[in-house]
């Protein structure tokens, strides 16, 4: 937006027609204005008024942003980043004079963390205190909810009002004594407890009373985390006893919820044991000595036999594709499958939504693509990176015929891992963003009780699923990667293996995932598929080697918006919500090794893609075969 001469001041501001789209706002939010000011911006652009469509384009802007409340002051200021001194100045001038709370709130945080001007801190403290007084609606209960948590934060930050925010949330509290529908007092008491604010008792019993109004509607997940609430309400008095029990049933909500999906889902066994598996990690992580959390690990024992059961049934539950050329119906299929669905059922249904490439067919294809073109043999492909210096290089000796198979076997891996991300990962993405407002915290309760996350480390992986599931897979790329090299660390410690080692010096480095996957171990943990993905994914040469790329700052702006980035993204939410790990546990009624891999025997997808990729490299593999036959004729001439 070009600079003004003069600059832009508040009589600019007081004589546009901005009062116009608060009034006819019907929510009073700045979403709603936002786009309203673009549209006054366009007219007053179509009337010649450089002045006025220059006020509403800096409006638009203020208003844009979706800050979240539990972002950094330095986030938002990077949010803002193109916004001038001078822009910065008329906002100043402006402030004071907005009658409108929401869009004051904005305009005096936005001044805050750009200029730490302290009275806009404290002008904004008090208006998004009115924004939320205006916003208060428990069917739509995110936006007053950030408004509150941003007061907060704030007036803490600066020691301003603080406590006029906390008698505002208990107002709240009180009046609808945990009877609101949705999610706006589990927020609200979660915000207390953080800064351990209020009064544990009273609020401990709201929790219940929550919890139970909850299951007697069979809402498993807002039951569930009304009951973590109570939980930590008597973790924050010392009652380790009262804390257990509530543990214990919010644990138990994974079991009912499992029972609902047995008459309710599509695919029943295998959503089921999906929150059997939760509720046996939920049940094992109950805080205690031996003796006080004995009922816990009984409970767990008991419900991990059924969750075998339950897995054994839902491999006959197969998701099937059909796949032509154009994938525009597989992208329906995929939006189809999420859509219509709560939060949490649909990134469910995004973990399910296909499978890893077989590695089996992916031999097969290799080997049937070796001897149809002999004379590839004799010219082995090289892989290049950005800068055409050779990554890697296929074997062409006879006597390393399963190297040369492998590195077929992860290039083609790589095209079938692209055209899923295309054709099912994206789409359904894009569907879940344009249903659903949601926050780190939604996602942080779902994958909560994972087994493939280890302790203190919930938070990491939530952020990282949350900037994918929002697009952002420059910073899903960087949070996950690390996170999933731990946890192989932690599931081989967790059977007893080593995982780190100890030099002449007395150094122990950990292990990466160049050693770690290559644990004879490993095999005990993932199934065939998924480990040969994590491999071609993160650090094998003739596949992604991502885990190596990014380490070393091999991957440049256009390589993270690569279709693979939200393949990975995706990959490691199916190993966080699916129960795709085997388990090494004795069960005295069966098999002393049980173990279970996998949500599908194969990928129907897969089989088809297959032998579209065949056919397309039989043609690159032809076209090579002629190039060497004409080379071969001129050097004989």
Same mark, same amino acid.
Request: with cysteine.
């Given at each position: 937006?070009?600079?003004?001469?003069?600059?832009?001041?508040?009589?600019?501001?007081?004589?546009?027609?901005?009062?116009?789209?608060? %009034? %006819?706002?019907?929510?009073?939010?700045?979403?709603?204005?936002?786009?309203?000011?673009?549209?006054? #911006?366009?007219? #007053?652009?179509?009337?010649?008024?450089?002045?006025?469509?220059?006020?509403?384009? $800096?409006?638009?802007?203020?208003?844009?942003?979706? *800050?979240?409340?539990?972002?950094?002051?330095?986030?938002?200021?990077?949010?803002?980043? %193109?916004?001038?001194?001078?822009?910065?100045? =008329?906002?100043?001038?402006?402030?004071?004079?907005?009658?409108?709370?929401?869009?004051?709130?904005?305009?005096?945080? $936005?001044?805050?963390?750009?200029?730490?001007?302290?009275?806009?801190?404290?002008?904004?403290?008090? @208006?998004?205190?009115?924004?939320?007084?205006?916003?208060?609606?428990?069917?739509?209960?995110?936006?007053?909810?950030?408004?509150?948590?941003? @007061?907060?934060?704030?007036?803490?930050?600066?020691?301003?009002?603080?406590? &006029?925010?906390?008698?505002? $949330?208990?107002?709240?509290?009180?009046?609808?004594?945990?009877?609101?529908?949705?999610?706006?007092?589990?927020?609200?008491?979660?915000?207390?407890?953080?800064?351990?604010?209020?009064?544990?008792?009273? /609020?401990?019993?709201?929790?219940?009373?929550?919890?139970?109004?909850? !299951?007697?509607?069979?809402?498993?997940?807002?039951?569930?985390?009304?009951?973590?609430?109570?939980?930590?309400?008597?973790?924050? !008095?010392?009652?380790?006893?009262?804390?257990? #029990?509530?543990?214990?049933? @919010?644990?138990?909500?994974?079991?009912?919820?499992?029972?609902?999906?047995?008459?309710?889902?599509?695919?029943?066994?295998?959503?089921?044991?999906?929150?059997?598996?939760?509720?046996?990690?939920?049940?094992?992580?109950?805080?205690?000595?031996?003796?006080?959390?004995?009922?816990?690990?009984?409970? @767990?024992?008991? *419900?991990?036999?059924?969750?075998?059961?339950?897995?054994?049934?839902?491999?006959?539950?197969?998701?099937?594709?059909?796949?032509?050329?154009?994938?525009?119906? +597989?992208?329906?299929?995929?939006?189809?499958?999420?859509?219509?669905?709560?939060?949490?059922?649909?990134?469910?249904?995004?973990?399910?939504?296909?499978?890893?490439? %077989?590695?089996?067919?992916?031999?097969?294809? &290799?080997?049937?693509? &070796?001897?149809?073109?002999?004379?590839?043999?004799?010219?082995?492909?090289?892989?290049?990176?950005?800068?055409?210096?050779?990554?890697?290089?296929?074997?062409?000796?006879?006597?390393?015929?399963?190297?040369?198979?492998?590195?077929?076997?992860?290039?083609?891996?790589?095209?079938?891992?692209?055209?899923? #991300?295309?054709?099912?990962?994206?789409?359904?993405?894009?569907?879940?963003?344009?249903?659903?407002?949601?926050?780190?915290?939604?996602?942080?309760?779902?994958?909560?009780?994972?087994?493939?996350?280890?302790?203190?480390?919930?938070?990491?992986?939530?952020?990282?699923?949350?900037?994918?599931?929002?697009?952002?897979?420059?910073?899903?790329?960087?949070?996950? *990667?690390?996170? $999933?090299?731990?946890?192989?660390?932690?599931?081989?410690?967790?059977?007893?293996?080593?995982?780190?080692?100890?030099?002449?010096?007395?150094?122990?480095?950990?292990?990466?995932?160049?050693?770690?996957?290559?644990?004879?171990?490993?095999?005990?943990?993932?199934? !065939?598929?998924?480990?040969?993905?994590?491999?071609?994914?993160?650090?094998?040469?003739?596949?992604?080697?991502?885990?190596?790329?990014?380490?070393?700052?091999?991957?440049?702006?256009?390589?993270?918006?690569?279709?693979?980035?939200?393949?990975?993204?995706?990959?490691?939410?199916?190993?966080?919500?699916?129960?795709?790990?085997?388990?090494? +546990?004795?069960?005295?009624?069966?098999?002393?090794?049980?173990? =279970?891999?996998?949500?599908?025997?194969?990928?129907?997808?897969?089989?088809?893609?297959?032998?579209?990729?065949?056919? /397309?490299?039989?043609?690159?593999?032809?076209?090579?075969?002629?190039?060497?036959?004409?080379?071969?004729?001129?050097?004989?001439?």
């Amino acid at each position: 937006m070009p600079s003004l001469n003069p600059p832009l001041t508040k009589n600019d501001f007081i004589n546009s027609p901005w009062q116009d789209v608060v %009034n %006819n706002s019907e929510r009073k939010e700045r979403f709603a204005y936002n786009m309203a000011f673009w549209e006054k #911006a366009k007219e #007053a652009k179509e009337a010649g008024k450089v002045r006025e469509q220059a006020v509403f384009e $800096i409006l638009a802007i203020v208003t844009g942003a979706a *800050i979240k409340p539990e972002s950094t002051d330095e986030f938002f200021a990077e949010v803002f980043q %193109n916004l001038t001194d001078e822009h910065l100045d =008329f906002l100043t001038e402006i402030a004071v004079e907005i009658s409108d709370p929401e869009l004051q709130a904005r305009v005096a945080d $936005i001044l805050w963390v750009k200029r730490r001007d302290y009275k806009m801190a404290q002008l904004a403290v008090d @208006a998004y205190l009115q924004s939320a007084t205006q916003l208060e609606d428990p069917e739509k209960w995110s936006c007053f909810c950030e408004r509150i948590e941003r @007061a907060l934060r704030l007036a803490r930050t600066i020691k301003y009002q603080a406590d &006029a925010v906390v008698t505002h $949330i208990e107002e709240v509290l009180d009046r609808y004594q945990g009877e609101d529908p949705l999610w706006m007092s589990a927020t609200l008491m979660e915000l207390l407890q953080e800064y351990k604010l209020g009064n544990s008792q009273k /609020y401990a019993a709201l929790a219940e009373k929550a919890a139970k109004l909850a !299951e007697s509607s069979h809402e498993w997940r807002r039951a569930r985390n009304h009951w973590e609430i109570k939980a930590k309400w008597h973790l924050i !008095e010392k009652d380790a006893e009262q804390e257990r #029990a509530a543990a214990m049933l @919010a644990a138990e909500t994974y079991v009912k919820e499992a029972e609902d999906a047995l008459k309710q889902e599509s695919i029943p066994h295998t959503t089921a044991s999906h929150h059997l598996q939760q509720a046996v990690e939920a049940f094992r992580r109950i805080r205690g000595t031996k003796e006080e959390t004995a009922d816990a690990k009984t409970r @767990a024992e008991e *419900i991990h036999k059924l969750m075998i059961q339950y897995q054994e049934e839902s491999q006959k539950e197969l998701i099937n594709f059909s796949h032509e050329t154009d994938i525009s119906k +597989q992208v329906e299929q995929a939006r189809a499958f999420v859509r219509g669905k709560e939060f949490h059922d649909a990134l469910f249904s995004l973990a399910l939504l296909g499978a890893s490439a %077989n590695v089996s067919h992916l031999r097969q294809q &290799a080997q049937e693509m &070796a001897n149809e073109f002999v004379m590839s043999s004799f010219c082995p492909k090289v892989m290049l990176n950005e800068m055409g210096k050779v990554v890697a290089r296929q074997p062409s000796n006879a006597d390393k015929q399963e190297e040369t198979t492998r590195f077929e076997i992860y290039q083609n891996a790589v095209l079938y891992q692209k055209l899923h #991300a295309e054709a099912f990962i994206k789409p359904a993405i894009y569907q879940i963003n344009l249903e659903h407002s949601f926050r780190i915290n939604d996602i942080l309760q779902i994958i909560s009780h994972s087994p493939f996350i280890p302790p203190n480390r919930e938070y990491l992986f939530a952020k990282g699923l949350y900037a994918g599931l929002t697009g952002d897979f420059f910073t899903s790329t960087h949070i996950l *990667i690390p996170q $999933i090299e731990n946890s192989v660390r932690y599931l081989l410690w967790q059977r007893g293996i080593i995982t780190s080692g100890l030099d002449d010096n007395g150094i122990q480095n950990e292990h990466n995932l160049n050693t770690t996957l290559y644990r004879p171990e490993i095999n005990s943990i993932f199934d !065939e598929n998924t480990l040969f993905d994590l491999k071609g994914l993160l650090v094998e040469h003739s596949g992604s080697n991502l885990r190596n790329r990014m380490a070393h700052g091999l991957i440049n702006d256009s390589g993270f918006l690569s279709p693979l980035m939200s393949y990975l993204w995706w990959l490691t939410l199916r190993l966080c919500l699916v129960p795709i790990l085997q388990y090494q +546990q004795q069960i005295e009624e069966s098999d002393p090794w049980v173990k =279970f891999a996998g949500m599908f025997k194969d990928d129907p997808l897969f089989d088809e893609f297959v032998e579209d990729m065949a056919a /397309y490299r039989r043609e690159l593999d032809a076209e090579m075969g002629a190039d060497e036959i004409t080379s071969e004729e001129n050097q004989s001439t």
